[in-house]
Structure formats: C-alpha cells, structure tokens
C-alpha cells in the first residue's frame, strides 16, 4: 500500500511573530498549561486555507503544481495580529485562537484561488464561510468559567510604561508564500514543511 501523509495548505509565521504570541499567551494565561490540554507548539503557529486530508505521497508533486498556479498572479500582502477570541462555548471554549486584520480582501481571494485549484484535483472545498485564524489552544480545562476579558488586563496589568506600550504593538508581516504542511502526530513541532509556492512582486 502507498504511503499518505495528512496534509493541509497554510501561510506560515515569520519566526519574530510565532515569538511575539508565545510571549503574549504566557504573559496572558499562567499557566496555560492548567487551563488547556493541548496547547500549540509556537513553531507551528500559521493561517491554514485548506485542510486536505490523507494524501498519497505520489499525490504531492501535482498539490506543489496548484499551488504554484493558484499563485502566479499574486503579489505579497500585509497582515497584522488582530485579538483574542474562542470556538465553542464562551465559558469553556474548544479552541482558543488569534485573529489577524490588515489585507482580509487579498487573503479571502488568495483561499478562493488555492481551493479552486484543488478543486480541479478532486480536494473538496468546506461549506462554511473562510474564518482565517492562528490556533494558541485547545479544549479549556478550568474549572472557572473562562475570562477573556481577564486574559487581556492580565497582559496589560494596568501598566503604559514603554516596555509594555511596545509588547502590546501587535506585529505585522509580509505574506510572500503559502507552504504544503505534513502532519506529525504527537510530535513538537508537529507540523512540517514538504512545498511552497512563492508570490511574487509586480515588475
């Protein structure tokens, strides 16, 4: 039998940015670790566009060919980290995850085009609405009602001083590729790099 991976298209996070949410979420929820059961390695902090599943590794070549077309247009674009928010019951949230802001309307059209192409290969595209976002937790184990609000005072802690005036400057990037993910179960980092595709600037 062929050996499958489990796959799935993202955009990764300049090293600078994963650090600046690892530093956030420890600054935000000490510990985490008692207030979650899995929390993400830093270093697979990314936006995902399409979650593909068990793939024959034969099929990797042709998914690295569409993203490749789904990107030959494109130029890079500008995000920024955004806020906090929760999937699942507000008081004990499944998932616990950070937004991004900036240019929403070049990332909404850049998933349209990567799952247009996979489409074309016989990946299906979800029915629910884009909601591009960076998973920091999962499955909240606290005995107390989770507070989102608290999570953000605890990173302020009242305090305007320079230092902290900068810590809350949430940071920016230059989305420039999309990169093809293999899965590792079980394993920190858990995610690893197998293709990419870049965007290219306007001559």
């Given at each position: 039998m062929e050996q499958q991976w489990r796959v799935f298209i993202a955009i990764p996070l300049p090293e600078a940015?994963?650090?600046?949410?690892?530093?956030?979420?420890?600054s935000a929820i000490l510990p985490t670790s008692q207030l979650f059961k899995r929390l993400t390695d830093s270093r697979d902090y990314h936006i995902t566009i399409q979650f593909l599943g068990d793939?024959?590794?034969?099929?990797?070549a042709e998914i690295e060919t569409r993203m490749q077309l789904a990107v030959q247009k494109w130029s890079p674009f500008w995000l920024q980290l955004s806020n906090w928010d929760t999937f699942?019951?507000?008081?004990?949230?499944?998932?616990l995850w950070y937004g991004v802001q900036g240019n929403l309307q070049a990332l909404t059209a850049l998933h349209h085009q990567v799952t247009t192409q996979m489409k074309g290969i016989g990946f299906l595209v979800?029915?629910?609405?884009?909601?591009?976002?960076?998973?920091?937790?999962?499955?909240?184990?606290?005995?107390?009602?989770?507070?989102?609000?608290?999570?953000?005072?605890?990173?302020?802690?009242?305090?305007?001083?320079?230092?902290?005036?900068?810590?809350?400057?949430?940071?920016?990037?230059?989305?420039?590729?999309?990169?093809?993910?293999?899965?590792?179960?079980?394993?920190?980092?858990?995610?690893?790099?197998?293709?990419?595709?870049?965007?290219v600037p306007e001559a």
């Open positions: 940015v994963q650090k600046w949410l690892q530093v956030s979420m420890n793939v024959a590794t034969s099929r990797i699942g019951r507000r008081e004990a949230p499944k998932v979800e029915d629910r609405a884009y909601h591009p976002h960076i998973t920091t937790a999962r499955q909240y184990k606290g005995e107390d009602e989770f507070d989102m609000a608290g999570m953000e005072r605890e990173v302020t802690g009242g305090r305007r001083d320079e230092d902290q005036i900068q810590a809350l400057v949430r940071p920016e990037w230059l989305v420039d590729r999309i990169v093809l993910y293999r899965t590792h179960m079980g394993q920190r980092p858990m995610y690893e790099e197998v293709a990419e595709a870049l965007l």
